[in-house]
Nanobody, 121 residues
């Protein structure tokens, strides 16, 4: 499966952005999908994941209550709605796919290119 993320940008603290990730090559519904991020000088960290049918979601504590992951399997697209953004959310955001259980964050091994999100204070 090939993944392409887009929708990043520059936003002030407290603002919102919505990221999208388009999947091609394989039916997206075969995969659990997730979002990860990497801030400057830091390792990549898990942000959110969603089950194949979109029924269940899983979030990092740092984004719980602010971010919402969703998917539209008819469009082979996964979304990340980010609200109440903070400067510490600044990172390159990556979408990823897994053939394993959606909460198994180590199993994500299909990656798209990242999209930059910058939150100013």
């Amino acid at each position: 499966v090939q993944l392409q993320a887009f929708g990043g940008g520059f936003v002030q603290a407290g603002g919102s952005l919505k990221l999208s990730c388009a999947a091609s090559g394989r039916t997206a519904s075969n995969y659990a999908m997730g979002w990860f991020r990497q801030a400057p000088g830091k390792g990549r960290e898990f942000v959110a994941a969603i089950s194949r049918a979109g029924i269940s979601q899983y979030y990092a504590d740092s984004v719980k209550g602010r971010f919402t992951i969703s998917r539209d399997n008819a469009k082979n697209t996964v979304y990340l709605q980010m609200n109440s953004l903070k400067p510490e959310d600044t990172a390159v955001y990556y979408c990823a796919a897994s053939l394993s259980y959606y909460q198994d964050t180590a199993s994500y091994n299909y990656w798209g290119q990242g999209t930059q999100v910058t939150v100013s204070s």
